[in-house]
């Protein structure tokens, strides 16, 4: 197999192992689970595993959350000081909604490539039980007046206008500033606009849960995955699951049009949860005896005009970036769909993984092969937790390629919120 060229001077970005919790079904066991308690918990347990904690250990981590109190405003350098990794390791966070996770991890390995450093641990980390609530705008706009005020009497003035409505918080909605409309909605446009049926929705969820229940009890996840308040699975895991008993859940998003398709059981849950990836340049990874998984060799991110896409003809939806972004990467690369042994494309939507599929045959990639897409299942039976997402991707990804024989190439598809896409190839020489 002849991997991707890299330009003079450009070292290659191992890929080392991969840590992170169990995810959890939101308001479950991580209830009041902060984003830096799982993710100092995901980055322990890489630390554990790899020998982490000792002075000037790793080189740097970048990670970032999507759901962010104020007191996440420096999440990757608290979790540092919270960790087993060395306090003096530079930290940053670093966000892309559902891409944050491989986002991060492309940070990370641009530094290594380029002999910035020689190691680094990137990830993310989201909590949608513990999302943020903000202060009624209206009360806030009273309270900085009061703030503002010269005297007492015009503070009181300011106050006095404050009332009961004001006092109900701003919750989080997953919806689109630009359209109002909630990421399943618009994955049910898109679904529609591309044809996408309900049969084959429900088919591939039920596999994405038997496939990851079989890559547990096989022992896939055992240095991947550590044990958190309770848990050593992923919750939201339905081994038992089938066709037949998804096709009896009611429709839930796209109900303002006739046959809806999407439902809770072919869609993600709200999910919380941690995940990190330990990369470095081979020098390193020889100095310390340790076999890299594979190599981080492309990316690519896009965008698409969601927007006006969506009211056009579906084929630009919400979700739709990766149908852009993986042409792009595999012309640079010069690589084609059959070029891969593995294609793990993010589960958002079972709608999403379809269209996405078709919208690469529509721009002239190969069909993907079924028994190479999501091998071990992927975020319709683990879950979703936004920010790790990416790099649970990436480790999983990384780990199936070492046990293959030979040399073997996988490729990684996320969809984003805002219109956004970001992907990756990984090779195992």
Not at 5 to 28: H, L, T, W, Y
């Amino acid at each position: 197999m002849t991997t991707v060229q890299r330009p003079e001077g450009v070292r290659r970005v191992a890929i080392i192992g991969g840590s992170r919790v169990p995810f959890a079904r939101s308001d479950g066991p991580y209830a009041t689970a902060s984003n830096q308690e799982m993710l100092t918990a995901a980055v322990d347990g890489l630390a554990a595993r790899y020998g982490l904690d000792g002075p000037g250990a790793v080189g740097e981590l970048v990670a970032g959350a999507v759901l962010k109190h104020s007191r996440d405003f420096n999440l990757a350098r608290e979790t540092v000081l919270g960790s087993r990794l060395d306090a003096r390791t530079p930290a940053y966070d670093i966000q892309q909604a559902c891409g944050t996770g491989l986002q991060a991890v492309i940070a990370a390995a641009n530094k290594i490539a380029l002999g910035q450093t020689d190691s680094a641990v990137a990830g993310g980390a989201d909590t949608a039980s513990d999302a943020p609530l903000g202060v009624n705008d209206r009360l806030r706009r009273i309270l900085l007046e009061a703030r503002r005020a010269k005297s007492a009497g015009a503070r009181l003035k300011a106050l006095a206008r404050v009332r009961p409505s004001h006092l109900v918080p701003d919750i989080p909605r997953n919806a689109e500033p630009r359209t109002g409309l909630s990421m399943g909605e618009h994955a049910a446009v898109t679904a529609r606009a591309w044809g996408i049926g309900r049969a084959a929705q429900d088919e591939l969820a039920a596999a994405s849960h038997r496939r990851l229940a079989a890559a547990y009890d096989r022992g896939l996840f055992e240095d991947l995955v550590v044990p958190f308040r309770g848990l050593a699975r992923d919750q939201n895991l339905r081994p038992d699951s089938t066709v037949e008993k998804l096709a009896r859940l009611k429709p839930v998003f796209g109900l303002d049009a006739p046959d809806p398709t999407m439902t809770a059981g072919n869609s993600t849950p709200l999910t919380d949860g941690a995940a990190v990836v330990l990369l470095a340049s081979e020098e390193w990874a020889q100095a310390r005896g340790l076999e890299p998984l594979a190599y981080l060799t492309a990316y690519e991110t896009a965008a698409v005009d969601f927007v006006r896409g969506d009211v056009a003809d579906g084929e630009d939806g919400l979700l739709m970036a990766p149908a852009y972004a993986v042409p792009r990467m595999l012309e640079r690369a010069g690589l084609g769909i059959e070029d891969f042994d593995l294609v793990e494309i993010h589960e958002a939507f079972a709608s999403q993984v379809l269209a996405t599929l078709a919208a690469w045959e529509k721009r002239g990639l190969a069909p993907v092969d079924r028994e190479r897409l999501n091998v071990a299942g992927s975020s319709l039976a683990t879950g979703h937790p936004f920010a790790a997402t990416g790099a649970r991707i990436v480790a999983t990804l990384a780990k199936l390629l070492a046990g293959r024989e030979g040399p073997a190439r996988g490729l990684i598809s996320v969809c984003a919120a805002g219109g956004q896409g970001v992907t990756a190839v990984l090779e195992r020489p």
